[in-house]
C-alpha cells in the first residue's frame, strides 16, 4: 500500500497557474503509474492525467490537453501537476492515486488514493 497527500490547491482567478504536489510513501513509488483525477462539486470523478513509473510515457484528458502538465520526481516520491490557464470549470477537487497499472483513464486500476486537493477558479 502507498499513502498519498495532495497539496497546492487554492483559489485562483480564471486564467491563473497553480502546481499541484501528491508526495506518496510506503510501497516502492518509482514502479507505480501516478494519475491524477478531479472531482466537482455534484459530479463524478473525472481522469485529468497519468504518467508511467519512468516518466515516459503520458496521457491527458482532452479537456485539459495543452494545459496541464503532469511530471514525477522519483527522488523525491512525488507526482506533480503543473496547471496554467486555469477555467472556472477547472474548479473541483484534485485526488492523486497510484496503481500497477498503463496510465489509463479508469479509476478501477487504481489502488491507492490521496484525501484530495481543492481548486477554486474565479471568473
Known amino acids: 500500500q502507498v499513502q498519498l497527500v495532495e497539496s497546492g490547491g487554492g483559489l485562483v482567478q480564471a486564467g491563473g497557474s497553480l502546481r499541484l504536489s501528491c508526495a506518496a510513501s510506503g510501497r516502492t513509488f518509482s514502479s507505480l503509474t501516478m494519475v491524477w483525477f478531479r472531482q466537482a462539486p455534484g459530479k463524478g470523478r473525472k481522469f485529468v492525467a497519468a504518467i508511467t513509473w519512468s516518466g515516459g510515457n503520458t496521457n491527458y484528458a482532452d479537456t485539459v490537453k495543452g494545459r496541464f502538465t503532469i511530471s514525477r520526481d522519483n527522488a523525491k516520491n512525488t507526482v506533480y501537476l503543473q496547471v496554467n490557464s486555469l477555467k472556472p470549470e477547472d474548479t473541483a477537487v484534485y485526488y492523486c492515486?497510484?496503481?500497477?497499472?498503463?496510465?489509463?483513464?479508469?479509476?478501477?486500476?487504481?489502488?491507492?488514493w490521496g484525501q484530495g486537493t481543492q481548486v477554486t477558479v474565479s471568473s
Open positions: 492515486a497510484a496503481g500497477s497499472t498503463l496510465p489509463g483513464p479508469s479509476s478501477y486500476f487504481y489502488t491507492d
